[in-house]
C-alpha cells in the first residue's frame, strides 16, 4: 500500500511505503523527535528532517536528516563499492523503496 504525506512547509505530498511509514511511526527515537511531523521539502527538491539548537557561543547547530538516506540504509542492501542512492522516476519526494536504488558509476572503477 503507498501513502501520502503532508510535508510541514508546502503543499506537495510524500509518498511511502507502508513499511516504511511503519517504521518511521514506530521507531523509538524518530517518534521522540516528532520525525513525521516536521518533515519538509528542502530547497533541493529533497525530503528533510532539520533541527536547529542554539550554541553556548551564540550560533547554532543544525541536524540534517534525509529521509532518502535513511530509509536506503534501512532497506536496501548498501553495494560493497561506492554509490549514489539515485530516485529512479527523477521525483525526489517519491521515497518508496521501489523508487530508491544505489547507482554505481562503473567508469571510475
Known amino acids: ?8 512547509n508546502c503543499e506537495e505530498e510524500l509518498v511511502l511505503d507502508a513499511e516504511v511509514l511503519h517504521f518511521l511511526e ?8 516528532d520525525f513525521i ?3 519538509r521539502r528542502h530547497d533541493r527538491g529533497i525530503v528533510v528532517y532539520q533541527k536547529s539548537q ?21 532497506f536496501l542492501t548498501k553495494p560493497s563499492i561506492p554509490a549514489v ?3 529512479k522516476n527523477g521525483n525526489k519526494l517519491d521515497c518508496r523503496l521501489d523508487n530508491l536504488e544505489y547507482h554505481i558509476d562503473w567508469n571510475e572503477h
Open 85 to 87: 542512492l539515485k530516485f
Open 54 to 74: 542554539k550554541t553556548a557561543d551564540g550560533g547554532y547547530l543544525i541536524e540534517t536528516i534525509y529521509l532518502h538516506r535513511l530509509i536506503a540504509e534501512r
Open 37 to 39: 511531523q516536521n518533515l
Open 1 to 8: 500500500m503507498i501513502y501520502k504525506l503532508s510535508l510541514s
Open 26 to 33: 514506530t521507531d523509538p527515537d524518530l517518534s521522540a523527535m
